[in-house]
């Protein structure tokens, strides 16, 4: 369990990167890497190039160990102020972010790691000072793409994926939501909005390169919706799709119908699973046989 | 930072051991010199029983370090060098440290930590203490596992799982302690044989000063109980009312460790593996 507060915007001055920090959070498959590439055009930025996972894979569970779920270890043993420990965990952060920093050039460190999207409260914890950026993209483009090709997960899972990280992220503190298709069809417009949203540079030239990293704006946008598990996407989470104002009901009916099936198939095995198992537990437990137990 | 340049450059000390194997009393009699600090088990007073207190910062680490580790330098190790990464965590670890001897023991240049989880850090514990004095205090694989079935850890149940973890804590310093420069090792047995005595001689291994206060200061130590969890008190030998299928049960997993660390006596039945 993390301190129950962030760290005190004060203490966080002693931070060589007090207010130079800004985090991306989409999810995966959302076309992020191409607005991460257009931003690497302006020369007030350094925009790490790879995804740091530096919370989804080491300051999380440093945080986490503040105090430890259930035996109540943890550091706040040898460091009783929450605070001390955030700043000297802050420090720790910092270390990669101001080597990019230092490498890339830039007055301001640009990340982007997909898992971050569901963990603003620790990125909170830690960065009260950072902007944080929401960027979305259609749930249904998203959830399809999750949902075929090599890396392909099951359709419910894809969209699910994207439902909760939107659910997650509009529960939490950001500083800004950003459209991808807005960045497709004006990405010159959208590109200064954003920039004057984050208070950088936004030089002409800058803005034209960053431009033409959008140049298939139109061809992407035009991409039908089409499979199942945009459907789902459109089934399950009707109310997402309207917070980001996108438009309702684009699916056809047939992918409607799949999603449906996909959706009740899912829903019956689990429930045969669930069934299975407690039939288990009952024998095991009539005739004492451990070993019967799943 | 250096290690040379740290506040508690050639000033820390791990205690390294498995769950029950008298690491917290260890500590303890270490705490009684004036100049060790810590996090020390009497501080709890938030149970009924004087327990250790555990920050777990390596363990917590852990997942930065395997961040930091990966193949083609991706994530956190995209730009930031080796020493600078070792550097940052160092200094997050002394933060942490001193603000530890600030709430126990005010003033006290040494820093000693203990968390049961350290024996699976050991890389990381050289790599950021290279400079640091290791402890590892054995005990008689049987008394702990005996102790750790008494003591209410929920996650062992039975007898096999406290003799696995037990071999596993041996193997992975035994494996591990190369990498440690300043290390030791100290049976529980003669620790409790000889408790002024055995602390007195980690203290002179360490280069502190020991004067007839800091040996007085160790007799009272070794009086006070700590971390009984439901033992009457230390001892050696209380395997011997063990459970015959557990007892069993421990020799077939710990069999080949206990004898390769002198606790047989050649009449029990070891299966080897």
Known sequence: MRPPEPLDIELAK??????????????????????????????????????????????????????????NQGMHHVCSDAQEFLIAARLLADAPLEAARTTLGGDLVVEYTPDHIKMVDDIRALYPDARIVHVVSDGRHVADRLAYGRDAIPARYAARRWVDDQRSVMAAAVDGTVKLEALWTDPVGALKALAGGLDIDAPGSALASAASHFSSGSQLLATPVTGRAAAIVEIVAPDVLAHFDYELDKSARSARLAAWAEITGAGTVVAAGNARRRVQERLAERFGRDEWRP | MTPQ???????????????????TWLAELLFAHPEIGGASARVRSDLDDVIPSEPLIFGAAAKLWSNYSRPGRDGIAAYLQPEDFIAAFRAFSDRLFEAGNKRYSAGAPWYLEKSPDNVERLSILAATYPDAWNVHIVRDGRDVVRSMMRAPFDEVTTAAYAASEWVRTIRWVRKGSWRLPRFRELRYEELLRDPVGQTVALFEWLGLDVTDEVVERVRTATDRPVAKMGSTGPATGRWRDMDPDDLAVVYEIAGEVLAELGYLDGSEPVFPR
């Open chain 2, 5 to 23: 340049s740290s506040v508690f450059a050639d000033r820390t000390i791990f205690v390294l051991g498995n769950r029950r194997s008298g690491t």
């Open chain 1, 14 to 71: 002693e931070s060589s990167l007090f207010g130079k920090v800004i985090f991306v959070l989409a999810t995966v498959g959302s076309g992020v890497d191409v607005l991460m590439r257009a931003l690497s055009e302006f020369p007030q930025l350094a925009v790490f190039p790879t995804q740091t996972d530096l919370f989804s894979s080491g300051m999380q569970r440093i945080l986490d160990h503040w105090v430890q779920d259930g035996t």
